[in-house]
């Protein structure tokens, strides 16, 4: 009885072992899956952030150029190419960014964009692309007026 009691008390701890075993090897499946759905959302929740500061960024750089450019045109004064150069120059990269999106609409539905600011934005800093339109006319009507 003795040696059936003690193959029995053998036979129940290899079955526990092979269990815990089991299991042991389940959870560490489960902690590889899940560190790396854990590091995968930190990833996410970072680039959303940083996406966000971009956007952050481009808004504020979109309002600072047209307040810029409309200070510049508000001017009682016949504005040169060398007093608008670094508008130019500055905003660029901007541009060419906002320029060259494709699905304009979704862009701004998506990253919540004011779309009369972009327009305006873009508008603006296209007529320096357009022989300088709303300059020009700027000028001619301060010649206008100062000729009178």
Same mark, same amino acid.
């Given at each position: %009885?003795?040696?059936?009691?003690?193959?029995?008390?053998?036979?129940?701890?290899?079955?526990?072992? @092979?269990?815990?075993?089991?299991?042991? %090897?389940? %959870?560490?499946?489960?902690?590889?899956?899940? !560190?790396?759905?854990?590091?995968?959302? $930190?990833?996410?929740? @970072?680039?959303?952030?940083? $996406?966000?500061?971009?956007?952050?960024?481009?808004?504020?750089?979109?309002?600072?150029?047209?307040?810029?450019?409309?200070?510049?045109?508000?001017?009682? !004064?016949? #504005?040169?190419?060398?007093?608008?150069? $670094?508008?130019?120059?500055?905003?660029?990269? #901007?541009?060419? !960014?906002?320029?060259?999106?494709?699905?304009?609409?979704?862009?701004?539905?998506?990253?919540?964009?004011?779309?009369?600011?972009?327009?305006?934005?873009?508008? @603006?800093?296209?007529?320096? $692309?357009?022989?300088?339109?709303?300059?020009?006319?700027?000028?001619? !009507?301060?010649?206008?007026?100062?000729?009178?």
């Amino acid at each position: %009885m003795h040696l059936n009691y003690d193959i029995c008390n053998a036979y129940i701890k290899n079955q526990i072992i @092979k269990w815990i075993f089991r299991k042991a %090897m389940v %959870m560490g499946l489960f902690n590889k899956l899940f !560190k790396k759905n854990k590091e995968t959302d $930190n990833k996410k929740i @970072k680039d959303k952030n940083n $996406n966000q500061d971009i956007i952050s960024n481009d808004l504020f750089r979109l309002k600072t150029f047209v307040k810029e450019y409309n200070n510049l045109l508000s001017q009682d !004064k016949f #504005l040169s190419r060398s007093e608008f150069k $670094n508008l130019i120059e500055d905003y660029l990269e #901007l541009f060419n !960014k906002y320029n060259a999106i494709d699905n304009v609409n979704e862009y701004i539905s998506n990253h919540k964009i004011d779309r009369i600011l972009l327009n305006s934005f873009l508008e @603006k800093y296209n007529d320096f $692309n357009n022989d300088y339109v709303l300059i020009h006319n700027h000028n001619e !009507k301060f010649i206008e007026s100062h000729l009178k």
